[in-house]
């Protein structure tokens, strides 16, 4: 009884066997095909994975689109602010500051840009790596039932114990119709 060994009762159909790796080749490979399209240009994975999933394409885009603007003013104003800084350390003539500001205060300002520069830049990437997950999920659940034959109820439960004490709850049933 202390030794174990692999004891075999039953063979598997080799062809449920051979079903069932299609199935999920099916099921994963477009998961895995939308997650790459998604990943090379943002939204064709949504594009790929069918109806339900079209009106996200606008909003990677808005969402991608305004982040690259802000990121782009950002680093426009850095820029600015840091070219006015060395103006005032180098010494050069032909270069001068033409922002009006003090150094420290140009110091401040060149901070401020490019902190808001690199926020941007790590929200870009972050929207992206979500546009790739959601096409990724979108594929996986493409063959998940979403009927109304499904329902789920949530219900207060009372009842009395022998020893009358009162037992109170809540009871949860899931119903396959």
Excluded at 31 to 44: E, F, T, V, W, Y
Excluded at 80 to 101: K, W
Excluded at 109 to 115: F, N, Q
């Amino acid at each position: 009884m202390l030794l174990t060994g692999c004891i075999h009762a039953q063979q598997q159909d080799s062809a449920a066997v051979k079903q069932s790796k299609e199935v999920k080749k099916a099921i994963y490979g477009s998961a895995r095909k939308a997650a790459i399209m998604s990943a090379c240009l943002p939204g064709l994975g949504q594009v790929y994975n069918g109806k339900r999933a079209f009106w996200k394409v606008p909003l990677i885009y808005a969402a991608l689109g305004g982040i690259g603007y802000w990121g782009i003013s950002n680093h426009i104003r850095y820029k600015y602010y840091s070219n006015n800084l060395t103006a005032i350390y180098d010494n050069d003539a032909s270069t001068t500051n033409t922002s009006g500001y003090s150094s420290d205060q140009l110091v401040t300002e060149k901070k401020y840009y490019k902190k808001y520069r690199d926020i941007a830049i790590m929200v870009g990437a972050l929207v992206y790596i979500i546009n790739i997950i959601d096409a990724n999920v979108e594929a996986h659940l493409k063959t998940f039932d979403i009927s109304d034959d499904l329902s789920l109820q949530l219900k207060p439960y009372g009842n009395l114990d022998y020893n009358n004490n009162l037992q109170t709850g809540l009871t949860l049933k899931l119903r396959f119709k």
